[in-house]
């Protein structure tokens, strides 16, 4: 596969136009491949009873031949036509499975020769797993039999996974519901059949605003492309092998039995279809099934959404989110927004949450009524329930006890504090799967407690934690706290009463593995070898500092293996995120921790440390704004305060050449770096990644911007460096995936920046990366950025010549100019 370029070579008296160049893929230095082409570590997934650990060993990078098979996108979906199945997936490809606590570990016999394993899932009763396999031409379904370590396939199915999860355990473990592809439907559409008419679109006086999406629906043969792949047939897939088909074929989103395995609740998108919407706003109708077939209730038929306001915590009207109660037989759920699903309206309450129960012909009970916007439920028993609940405009979460056995009794506050508060955050509370294998609240013995797993931010650093917390006297008990030398995290609750369960550990100098925690006993799990032990011991520093506003800002700063301070200071990658903050103070706390494991994944900036420069990683960004004021009323301000301000502190250290510094970014990334050339002179030159640079094409609100264009032009205009390319003098290099699927940052916002800045003669490069969407994946395709980045660093930031009008006018630089 080629890398094609379109250049232009621009002179003051004439234009001579190129012809696209052929660009062969390049490498980095040997070092910078050595690390991406680290083996990945496995995944790990446990039994709820805590008997067993299953271990995934991880595809490596796909190639670009693999990366480059057939994809359809469509109605915000992409698929593989050949397979119908999901285009872009990380497989495993082998499994591994080690009982606990006695360590014997059974390598899984009987997977298909070259495996890509997906959707693995225990079943309730923890005896069997099930995954998809994806071949050339299918997506298959397989049974691993736990205590034999033995694999088989589940002959005569191939599996629609169009919407990711193709099937699901039925509460008694003897069966399982999958979603088919329906038997006989025929070759797929024509698409170059000529049209019967125009494409039209048409609204009669209704707000319909929408946000900027990706891979719509664009014409009557998308329309018949999408029901062709995304049509499917639920199946009642017993492990024997028998089968049998409930209900009629459909779009069907979902498929989910009772917690009792009695009834099935089926969600199925239908026509009129949009084309400015992806099918998560299709119409849906929501139906309940027989375990046999036969239709048990028609519960709603919901319309398009496509008049939702556009606000963060906005919602269609009318019943959403239909779920079953996790801790009962057969009840349904769901919520109604009482404010026409604008949150802004002043009303007492905002969301109210209802159940029915089977046989769904009852009245509808009330449960509770919110004053915030209703984000979740979590069951735990007949008594005790908690309900979530947030609001966008100043961050508030709250969280509230509910009795499902006495709805009458208005809830009472749990948790309530910011989402952007990180050091009061109390902890989320802690689930595991019942008997018919749904979440619910790990309660221990007693009934009386939840378990709170927490991130455990300080001014220290990140330090996750358990805390018990009695329900009735919200008294809490710190059980567990993780300490330095390590950054230790909760990852499952095994038993509350010997206070067991598991974690994964890391290091600066180890990698994670996985430990038992028994009290103050500790039981190695997994011995996971460090990736990167070429490298030798990386040299990771947390900065804490503030900017000119009193903002406290942090950011992580490597050093090459073997740098000394007599070295002086280093030429320097800096690397940042904007996030927008309500409070400064919450802006100013402290996040990640010293005692992390550097993990090189193909975004991460620390490769250049083995080329001698330093890395800023993670700088702090946070664009403020407090009571009315918005954050990005101030936007660029904030942002080349804090960027000076990171250049300062390494400075100050002896470790960073002010002069010598270079800013990257990725996507929300890559837009702050060209907002940073055209608004300092910080730099000696900018990285951009599949970024967004006009914001006037994502009109109706971006990032965490929920103000439309028409409501503040001056802040998108301001915002926009596409506006300020005239100004943008720094050599600044543009990267963009193919085929970006990420709302708002198409590549044509890359494509018009480009020409914006060629026009007033930037120092600009423009590569296209064959295939990629948002993330990058194929292996050839990382190489080669990696080696522009690396060339690019090279010429402008660690030797770079002096900047004259003639070095700095040159026009397109061709695609094996840069050396």
């Not at 497989?91 to 059974?106: A, F, I, N, Q, V």
């Not at 390598?107 to 899932?121: D, F, H, N």
């Not at 897939?237 to 989910?256: D, N, Y």
């Not at 180890?510 to 990167?532: A, E, K, M």
Request: hydrophobic share 35%; with cysteine; proline share 8%.
């Amino acid at each position: 596969m080629k890398l094609h370029l379109l250049t232009t070579l621009a002179f003051a008296c004439c234009t001579l136009t190129v012809a696209a160049q052929d660009a062969s893929y390049q490498q980095p230095p040997k070092a910078i491949v050595d690390l991406v082409e680290a083996a990945p570590t496995p995944r790990v997934s446990f039994a709820s009873n805590g008997q067993w650990m299953l271990m995934m060993d991880v595809q490596d990078m796909p190639t670009i031949e693999e990366l480059s098979q057939p994809e359809l996108r469509i109605a915000g979906l992409r698929l593989n036509p050949r397979t119908n199945g999901p285009s872009r997936v990380s497989y495993s490809t082998s499994l591994r499975l080690k009982r606990l606590p006695d360590g014997k570990e059974l390598l899984v016999q009987g997977l298909p020769k070259t495996a890509r394993i997906s959707e693995v899932g225990w079943s309730p009763d923890n005896t069997k797993i099930a995954f998809t396999n994806t071949t050339d031409k299918h997506v298959e379904l397989w049974l691993v039999d736990v205590a034999a370590a033995s694999a088989r396939l589940v002959p005569n199915l191939f599996l629609n996974s169009a919407f990711g999860d193709s099937y699901t355990w039925t509460p008694d473990s003897k069966s399982l519901l999958a979603t088919a592809v329906v038997g006989g439907r025929g070759e797929a559409p024509a698409t170059n059949v000529a049209p019967t008419g125009p494409i039209v679109q048409e609204n009669t006086g209704r707000k319909a605003a929408a946000r900027t999406y990706q891979d719509l629906l664009k014409n009557p043969a998308d329309e018949r492309l999408f029901d062709y792949y995304a049509t499917a047939q639920v199946v009642k897939v017993e492990v024997t092998g028998r089968m049998q088909p409930l209900g009629s074929p459909g779009v069907i989103e979902s498929a989910k039995p009772s917690p009792d395995g009695r009834f099935v609740l089926v969600k199925t998108r239908h026509r009129p279809y949009s084309y400015t919407l992806p099918v998560s706003s299709f119409p849906q109708r929501v139906d309940v099934l027989n375990i046999d077939g036969t239709l048990a209730k028609k519960l709603v038929d919901l319309p398009l959404a496509d008049n939702v306001p556009i606000a963060f915590d906005a919602v269609p009207v009318g019943p959403r989110g239909h779920n079953w109660r996790a801790d009962a037989p057969a009840t349904l759920y769901w919520a109604e927004a009482q404010d026409g699903g604008n949150l802004k309206k002043d009303v007492p309450v905002h969301d109210k949450v209802f159940m029915l129960a089977a046989p769904f012909d009852g009245t509808t009970q009330l449960l509770a009524e919110l004053p915030l916007r209703y984000r979740g439920m979590q069951w735990g028993t007949s008594t005790l329930a908690l309900a979530n609940g947030y609001r966008w405009a100043d961050r508030k979460e709250m969280t509230w006890i509910v009795n499902p056995s006495a709805p009458t009794v208005t809830p009472t506050v749990l948790f309530d504090h910011s989402s952007q508060d990180t050091y009061h955050d109390p902890g989320t509370p802690a689930q595991h799967r019942n008997a018919a294998g749904y979440p619910v609240l790990f309660t221990g013995k007693s009934g009386d407690a939840i378990y709170l797993l927490g991130q455990g931010s300080s001014p220290e650093g990140d330090r996750p934690f358990v805390d018990q917390m009695n329900i009735k006297t919200r008294q809490t008990e710190r059980w567990w706290r993780s300490a330095a030398p390590y950054y230790e995290v909760p990852v499952t609750m095994l038993d509350a009463d010997r206070h067991e369960f598991v974690t994964r550990r890391e290091s600066a100098t180890q990698p994670p593995n996985y430990y038992l925690r028994q009290n103050s006993r500790l039981v190695p799990l997994t011995s996971f070898p460090n990736p990167y032990a070429t490298i030798g011991s990386l040299k990771k520093q947390v900065l804490q500092y503030k900017r000119p506003d009193g903002v406290a800002l942090t950011a992580n700063l490597y050093l090459p293996p073997n740098y000394k301070k007599e070295d002086g200071p280093l030429p320097t990658l800096m690397e940042a995120y904007p996030r927008e903050y309500k409070d400064k103070n919450d802006a100013g706390q402290v996040s990640g921790s010293p005692y992390t494991f550097t993990r090189f994944g193909w975004s991460s900036p620390v490769f250049w440390v083995t080329q001698g420069y330093a890395v800023m990683q993670g700088v702090s960004i946070p664009i403020v704004g407090e009571g009315t004021k918005e954050p990005n009323d101030t936007y660029t301000e904030q942002l080349v305060a804090s960027a000076k301000a990171a250049i300062d502190e390494g400075a100050r250290l002896g470790v960073v050449d002010p002069k010598r510094v270079a800013v990257m970014g990725h996507s929300y990334g890559a837009f702050m770096t060209a907002n940073l050339l055209a608004h300092s002179n910080l730099f000696k030159a900018g990285i951009a990644r599949s970024g967004a640079y006009n914001r006037t094409l994502t009109p109706f609100g971006f990032q965490a911007e929920e103000r439309t264009y028409w409501q503040a032009p001056q802040v998108y205009q301001a915002m926009s460096p596409f506006n300020y390319a005239d100004k943008i003098k720094t050599p600044i290099l543009l990267i963009h995936g193919e085929a970006d699927n990420n709302s708002g940052t198409f590549p044509l916002q890359s494509e018009r920046f480009y020409n914006a800045l060629k026009g007033h003669g930037a120092t600009v490069r423009y590569v296209v990366l064959p295939f990629e969407a948002h993330s990058y994946a194929a292996r050839e395709n990382i190489l080669h950025m990696l080696w522009e980045m690396n060339s690019w660093l090279d010429k402008y930031v660690k030797s770079p010549a002096p900047t004259t009008s003639s070095t700095q006018n040159t026009g397109d630089v061709g695609a094996t100019n840069v050396k």
